[in-house]
């Protein structure tokens, strides 16, 4: 297939201009790093010759040959790290052809349609976005790791051969929201983009960027740490070509999609925003406080679903969009969706928050179904636990008016309750749960490997503060209090994440109380919704 001639199509600067402009970037460091070895050969020949006879011929003779060979060694290294340093690859699940062929079937079909070479492999990535990536580097066919294995990513398969097409990355929460009809609209300009990048050219200027990425990382460890300034100014020098040639290549490629599915590629947009959102409100709300106890939802990719099921329900703006679900979802397209939906979910769960690659003791799934009991009761009562170790260091003792000992809801009232409105009680609790949840969190880091992928790669919230921490565990006291006494029972709620049933309906009217009590010392409020539910602060409540 061709796939390569419409690059002049968008005018210019072409995608095809930009790309020789960094080759000439190359050309021209290649150029200082051989102009000394010239100079050395020039002077060497003059003096056989004898045109360069008597002092001081000979020293710099000699000088500049030393100079030239020292550059020649120092360049050559260079060259080796750039040619050889393993780009960065998306860490991604794999598909193969025999567990997806549906989905190979339509991709391969939007290829023939475009005339475009179709995508080398298939792979699925836990985000709201969808992509092409060069996996033909030599390093990959080097330390290709087996199909699945979350930690490289990729495998050494067809994709990683030399002049393979590019690897087609797809969002997951795409494939369960989306339509059949839909994703094949989405995907129609992405998978246009393998004409361009198959032009020898193009690919060739990727190459090059894409080895001095990996040789800035290279530069960035111990021993060969000079190479991250070389190859940090040639990046600079191509940033601009690179970047519009990019742009060059997305506009070749949305030009040659047009003629698929356009009319219905503006509405799939609209659900490519939708399913964004609530992917977003299912990691921070529902997948975040799981991952923070040991335990990791196996379906997050039907989870988006009643998510984003329930904001169309609640938002005026997104009604007719349920009317959607009576069609094939994109997810049919997969013979195991539930085994691939669990993969993707343990891969979100290690990009988001850095758990484990593998499950295991002190990391296993839990399904929607036993979330309420395993991870929403739970969390409440570790941080129940975790407001009592605090009041005990601060020496708060329990009181008269806080009937037995033990950890009763009313010793927290007592103690925030400030008649001045101050909060000064509030903000040295609140220092105290800040400092050990951070010593927490630092003994649980402990004891993981100190690998570049021990850590979480993309942090879904930055850290919270001491304000939000007390409110959040003064809150997880009191839901404690009513399931103990008064009925209630922990939910889940798609957009939000835990919430408290009474008589099977939320109450979602604590919050501002509880914020009364931390930020004015006001307890009045929350008292008043105490005693509307029917709990007892003074009696004592069961902890982990």
């Known amino acids: 297939m061709s796939g390569t001639g419409s690059i002049m199509e968008v005018g210019v600067p072409s995608a095809r201009s930009r790309a020789l402009a960094v080759l000439r970037v190359r050309s021209r460091a290649l150029a200082v790093v051989l102009l000394p070895a010239a100079l050395a050969v020039v002077l060497v020949a003059a003096r056989m010759t004898g045109r360069l006879a008597g002092d001081p011929w000979p020293a710099v003779t000699f000088a500049v040959c030393v100079v030239a060979a020292l550059v020649l060694l120092v360049g050559g290294i260079f060259a080796a790290v750039v040619l050889r340093a393993r780009p960065a ?34 792979a699925l990535t836990p985000d709201c976005d969808s992509w092409l990536e060069d996996r033909t580097h030599a390093a990959h066919r080097r330390a290709g790791s087996p199909a699945g294995e979350l930690g490289g990513g990729i495998s050494a398969g067809p994709e990683s ?26 995907l129609a300009p992405v998978v246009a983009g393998t004409g361009p990048s198959a032009h020898p050219d193009i690919a060739d200027a990727r190459g090059f960027i894409r080895g001095l990425d990996a040789a800035v990382d290279v530069g960035n460890g111990r021993g060969l740490s000079w190479i991250a300034g070389p190859a940090r100014l040639l990046l600079r020098l191509c940033r601009v070509d690179a970047a519009e040639m990019e742009r060059g290549v997305a506009a070749a490629a949305s030009e040659r999609a047009q003629s698929v599915d356009y009319g219905l590629r503006i509405v799939a947009q609209e659900q490519v925003g939708l399913a964004y959102a609530g992917w977003d409100r299912l990691l921070t709300r529902v997948a975040l406080p799981a991952w923070r106890m040991g335990r990791w939802p196996a379906r997050l990719d039907a989870g988006v679903v009643s998510a984003l099921t329930e ?37 979100a769960a290690r990009l988001f928050h850095g758990g484990p690659a593998e499950a295991g003791p002190d990391w296993s799934p839990v399904d929607w179904a036993a979330y309420p009991e395993e991870v929403v009761d739970r969390k409440w009562r570790a941080e129940a636990a975790r407001l009592h170790a605090a009041l005990d260091a601060l020496a708060v003792p329990a009181g008269p008016a806080a009937g037995p000992l033990g950890p009763t809801l009313e010793r927290v009232l007592g103690y925030l309750a400030d008649p001045g409105g101050e909060g000064a009680a509030g903000e040295a609790l609140a220092g105290r749960l800040s400092g050990d949840l951070a010593r927490e969190e630092r003994s649980a880091g402990s004891g993981k490997a100190r690998t570049s992928d021990a850590v979480p790669l993309v942090p879904l919230q930055a850290p919270r503060s001491g304000r ?16 103990d006494s008064a009925g209630a029972a922990p939910g889940l709620d798609w957009l939000d994440g835990p919430i408290l049933l009474l008589s099977s309906q939320r109450r979602s009217d604590l919050a501002p109380r509880v914020l009364s009590l931390v930020e004015d010392g006001d307890p009045e409020p929350l008292r008043d919704w105490l005693a509307e539910v029917g709990v007892r602060p003074e009696k004592p409540v069961r902890l982990v």
Do not use: N
């Not at 051969?161 to 989405?186: C, D």
């Open 89 to 122: 690859v998306t860490p991604t699940v794999p598909l193969s052809e025999a567990s997806a062929p549906d989905l190979y079937r339509l991709v391969r079909d939007l290829a023939d349609r475009m005339d475009v070479p179709a995508p080398s492999a298939i």
């Open 311 to 347: 904001l169309s329900r609640r938002d005026r703006l997104a009604e007719g969009f349920t009317s959607r679900l009576g069609e094939r979802p994109a997810c049919d397209l997969l013979e195991q969706p539930g085994v691939i939906d669990e993969a993707a979910s343990l891969l």
């Open 161 to 186: 051969e030399p002049g393979a097409a590019p690897v087609l990355v797809i969002g997951s929460p795409f494939l369960w929201w989306m339509r059949v009809a839909e994703l094949r609209a989405v």
């Open 468 to 483: 939000d921490l007390l409110a959040d565990h003064v809150t997880a006291m009191v839901c404690c209090a009513a399931v």
